[in-house]
């Protein structure tokens, strides 16, 4: 059965004609009321006009009712007629769904950065996306993908009945403090704008900044969590659903990286602070060496040594383990083991990095991927 958004909330996605490809490429996510939203974006210098909309947005505080979105053209580094053609984006949404204010509309876009958005086909498409709504994820979840191999989604539902569905995309120039993505998600549980304007970047801090593919942050990442506040929920309850749900999105995200054969999961455990733990996490799942370690089977454990302590996090490599697939490996010292055996167990879909630093309690995740020769073709010929 497809899934379904929570209540109050409508969806479509179709082809407009922004990729060459001919796939879907446009997307609206829309509610028959206000909704409350909270906001992360890139923090790249470079940032594209959709983000330096939505930050002048939040800024407002007031609420919104719907997202339109497109995949193809970034319209990043196009100037003041990005600026522009964003608003208008936003214009012709707002008046296919019944002249709404155009600063009830959010937008959001990915694809090729410095190319103008090329507006005679939004103009066309925006009008069928809005009579498309009603749909069931599927379609938002597709038309908003680029190199992507396959959609991401996850829901959760929380005691009473409240739900959390988020749909992300991204598989190349991913990095922490966002990285190409883009992540919706859509509650209905009925909690205050503030306590999800606090809460939102700090699971984002947790899930989606501790993913990387490549090392590269994209001018237009961002993560919206939108509220329609119709069914009663605790704060506590909320909290962990989107913790969930975005995690699982970020995992997918990692999966899905551009060529990627496998996913790399890394825990770090012992750490002293919270953001030590993450920092160590991070920095294992982004090193070019370990990632290419996993991509041959190497179980060269003194990589992922290495990229912990070049992390910055405060421990002692002296009191540290790890354990790479299941065999620890390294406890303080070198341990045996048997080596044949490691590489097989490493030629999987999944594998787990867990280290141990010895400094504290605190503990942090990330996810990654191997990086394959398949990466390097699919970047190598990204416009041509």
């Given at each position: 059965?497809?899934?379904?958004?929570?209540?109050?909330f409508?969806?479509?996605?179709?082809?407009?004609?922004?990729?060459p490809?001919?796939?879907?490429?446009?997307?609206?996510l829309?509610?028959?009321?206000?909704?409350?939203?909270?906001?992360?974006?890139?923090?790249?210098?470079?940032?594209?006009?959709?983000v330096?909309?939505?930050?002048?947005?939040?800024?407002?505080?007031?609420?919104?009712?719907?997202?339109?979105?497109n995949?193809?053209?970034?319209n990043?580094?196009?100037?003041?007629?990005?600026?522009?053609?964003?608003?208008?984006?936003?214009?012709?949404?707002?008046?296919?769904?019944?002249?709404?204010?155009?600063?009830?509309?959010?937008?959001?876009?990915?694809g090729?950065?410095?190319?103008?958005?090329?507006?005679?086909?939004?103009?066309a498409?925006?009008?069928?996306?809005?009579?498309?709504?009603?749909?069931?994820?599927?379609?938002?979840?597709?038309?908003?993908?680029?190199?992507?191999?396959r959609?991401?989604?996850?829901?959760?539902?929380?005691?009473?009945?409240?739900?959390?569905v988020?749909?992300?995309?991204?598989?190349g120039?991913?990095h922490?403090?966002?990285?190409?993505?883009?992540?919706?998600?859509?509650?209905?549980?009925?909690?205050?704008?503030?306590?999800?304007?606090?809460?939102?970047?700090?699971?984002?801090?947790?899930?989606?900044n501790q993913?990387?593919?490549?090392?590269?942050?994209?001018?237009?990442?961002?993560?919206?969590?939108?509220?329609?506040?119709?069914?009663n929920?605790?704060?506590?309850?909320?909290?962990?659903?989107?913790?969930?749900?975005?995690?699982?999105?970020?995992?997918?995200?990692?999966?899905?990286?551009?060529?990627?054969?496998?996913?790399?999961?890394?825990?770090v455990?012992?750490?002293?602070?919270?953001?030590?733990?993450l920092?160590?996490?991070?920095?294992?799942?982004?090193?070019?060496l370990?990632k290419?370690a996993?991509?041959?089977?190497?179980?060269?454990?003194?990589?992922?040594?290495?990229?912990?302590?070049?992390?910055?996090?405060?421990?002692?490599?002296?009191q540290?383990?790890?354990v790479?697939?299941?065999?620890?490996?390294?406890?303080?010292?070198?341990?045996?083991?048997?080596?044949?055996?490691?590489?097989?167990?490493?030629?999987?879909?999944?594998?787990?990095?867990?280290?141990?630093?010895?400094?504290?309690?605190?503990?942090?995740?990330?996810?990654?991927?191997?990086?394959?020769?398949?990466?390097?073709?699919i970047?190598?010929?990204?416009?041509?």
């Amino acid at each position: 059965m497809a899934m379904t958004l929570p209540r109050g909330f409508r969806s479509a996605g179709l082809a407009a004609g922004l990729k060459p490809s001919g796939r879907p490429d446009l997307a609206l996510l829309a509610a028959d009321g206000p909704l409350d939203w909270a906001f992360v974006g890139t923090r790249n210098r470079l940032s594209a006009a959709c983000v330096d909309r939505t930050r002048r947005l939040l800024a407002a505080g007031a609420p919104v009712r719907a997202v339109i979105m497109n995949a193809g053209n970034a319209n990043c580094a196009t100037g003041a007629q990005g600026a522009k053609d964003d608003e208008a984006l936003a214009a012709l949404a707002a008046g296919a769904l019944g002249d709404l204010d155009p600063d009830q509309v959010l937008t959001a876009s990915t694809g090729v950065i410095g190319v103008p958005m090329p507006m005679d086909t939004v103009r066309a498409a925006v009008p069928r996306v809005a009579a498309a709504l009603g749909q069931g994820v599927e379609g938002l979840s597709q038309a908003i993908l680029t190199t992507d191999t396959r959609a991401k989604v996850a829901e959760a539902t929380l005691p009473g009945g409240a739900r959390v569905v988020g749909v992300a995309k991204g598989s190349g120039m991913i990095h922490p403090d966002m990285g190409t993505m883009l992540a919706f998600v859509a509650t209905d549980a009925d909690l205050p704008a503030a306590t999800l304007r606090q809460a939102w970047p700090e699971v984002a801090a947790r899930t989606f900044n501790q993913v990387t593919v490549d090392g590269d942050t994209s001018p237009n990442d961002m993560a919206l969590l939108l509220s329609s506040r119709r069914v009663n929920a605790s704060e506590a309850s909320l909290l962990a659903a989107l913790e969930q749900v975005a995690a699982e999105l970020a995992e997918r995200i990692a999966a899905d990286g551009e060529g990627a054969s496998t996913l790399i999961r890394v825990h770090v455990r012992g750490a002293a602070r919270a953001g030590d733990a993450l920092a160590a996490a991070r920095t294992v799942a982004g090193s070019a060496l370990v990632k290419t370690a996993v991509h041959g089977r190497d179980p060269n454990w003194g990589r992922i040594l290495s990229s912990l302590g070049r992390s910055g996090a405060d421990f002692d490599p002296r009191q540290a383990e790890i354990v790479l697939q299941g065999t620890t490996v390294y406890r303080g010292q070198p341990l045996d083991f048997d080596a044949a055996a490691l590489s097989a167990a490493l030629d999987a879909d999944v594998v787990e990095i867990e280290a141990d630093l010895g400094a504290g309690s605190a503990e942090g995740r990330a996810w990654g991927c191997d990086l394959t020769d398949g990466y390097v073709r699919i970047n190598a010929d990204y416009t041509t």
